[in-house]
């Protein structure tokens, strides 16, 4: 790998190494450019293998639009945080992670087609199955929420989606590129409910596959799950490298409120259970990554001093990731006195972080979230669009969950 690759890469403002090296399907079965861009389809695994998606005239075209100079407009989840407010871009993260393989953007024709396949890092959303019905999620990425709005009359599609037709379709494309591998990333709908990240884990093992990294966003509701009743831990003890990212928003009344279905004594002691096995595999670690918008941003602070009191924070850290979409949950809609409770309440919390390892992190993270929620005045059909989405999938109605929500 030569230098000037890797100085091109991280310089620059409209590549990205993601599709060169990564293959990542949404529960509907759309091969996407990554978690974030949903918007650019480079195939359907209903359609074509992952392996085709992967190398369609979509994806070449996508590649090629980098590689003569322009960020596709599709990545503006990128674009906008690094132009408007100063934060590290998913694409800025990914492109230092992987970094060591940028001459393949060199060994690229200009009309995209690569000369060298290799996808190193995977994420692939096998179903939309979870138990939680969050209060921004949706129909796609949680079954629970589908139910819901089935239920209700407001939806009328499928309720559970499976990415693959057929698991083998998967599988002969993970057991091809398993040598290659050095990442794997598990998401939603609740990855640990699934038989297929059972049955990946499995199959790592059985390869000797255990250096490689595993990293998780879980509502950490269950730790065993599936036919067998797998125990995950028992598994994640096994890898060099497991990264768990707990997805807790708020404690108590208010968790259950925005991750509708939470039982958040359970979600506690499993809290516990991971936290103790981090302190004994180091290879094993915890964060909790609380997705901050609206309902929870004056919260931020007490879920730091709960999880504090009850010992499950100690040394692990506490990284709040940004909601901006769907807008009407975003903290830009906050009020202007609302905006400067925040604030104080934000600049305790890095006080009293700030003795702790995980200070410097969480005091950036705060600070970006200070800068973005001041970017915009609340937009009035963002507010009467929260109220009357809060109507709909709360029973104490938007004025009682925004008071509770301390708005
Ligand atoms: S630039 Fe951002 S949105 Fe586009 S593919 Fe890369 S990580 Fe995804």
Not at 244 to 265: C, K, M, P, Y
Not at 350 to 365: D, I, K, T, V, Y
Request: contains cysteine.
């Amino acid at each position: 790998m030569s230098d000037t690759s890797v100085d091109e890469l991280l310089k620059s403002k409209h590549l990205c190494i993601l599709p060169w090296v990564h293959a990542a399907v949404w529960t509907d079965g759309r091969v996407i450019p990554c978690c974030i861009n949903q918007d650019y389809s480079f195939g359907h695994t209903h359609q074509m293998s992952l392996e085709q998606a992967l190398d369609s005239d979509a994806a070449n075209a996508f590649r090629a639009q980098m590689l003569a100079g322009s960020l596709p407009s599709s990545c503006y989840r990128c674009s906008q945080p690094e132009q408007e407010f100063g934060s590290l871009s998913y694409r800025q993260d990914m492109n230092r992670r992987f970094q060591h393989h940028a001459e393949l953007i060199r060994q690229t024709d200009p009309d995209g087609r690569r000369r060298v396949r290799r996808s190193v890092y995977l994420d692939v959303r096998f179903s939309n199955l979870c138990n939680l019905a969050c209060i921004m999620c949706d129909e796609i990425n949680s079954s629970s929420f589908a139910q819901i709005e089935r239920t209700a009359g407001r939806y009328d599609g499928p309720t559970v989606r499976r990415a693959f037709p057929s698991p083998q379709d998967f599988w002969s494309f993970f057991d091809q590129h398993i040598a290659d591998f050095e990442e794997i990333y598990f998401c939603g709908g609740e990855p640990i409910l699934l038989a297929e990240h059972e049955q990946l884990l499995e199959r790592l093992l059985r390869a000797g596959k255990t250096r490689i990294h595993l990293r998780y966003n879980t509502n950490l509701s269950r730790l065993s799950a599936g036919s067998s009743g797998y125990n995950v831990l028992e598994m994640w003890r096994q890898f060099e490298r497991v990264s768990v990212h707990a997805s807790i928003d708020a404690f108590g009344e208010l968790a259950q409120i925005i991750r509708r279905g939470t039982n958040w004594d359970q979600i506690e002691k499993n809290l516990q259970a991971v936290f103790s096995l981090s302190q004994a595999y180091p290879g094993v670690s915890l964060a909790i990554t609380p997705t901050v918008q609206i309902l929870n941003a004056l919260h931020l602070t007490d879920l730091y001093r709960h999880l504090r009191s009850r010992g499950a924070l100690a040394d692990s850290m506490v990284s709040p990731n940004l909601l901006m979409f769907p807008s009407h949950f975003s903290i830009q809609n906050l009020s202007r006195n609302e905006k400067s409770r925040v604030i104080d309440s934000w600049d305790r919390l890095a006080q009293e972080a700030n003795q702790a390892p995980e200070g410097a992190h969480l005091r950036a993270r705060l600070d970006e979230m200070k800068t973005y929620m001041l970017l915009r005045d609340s937009r009035d059909e963002d507010l009467s669009k929260l109220r009357a989405w809060l109507d709909q999938t709360s029973s104490l109605g938007h004025a009682e969950v925004l008071r509770r929500a301390g708005l």
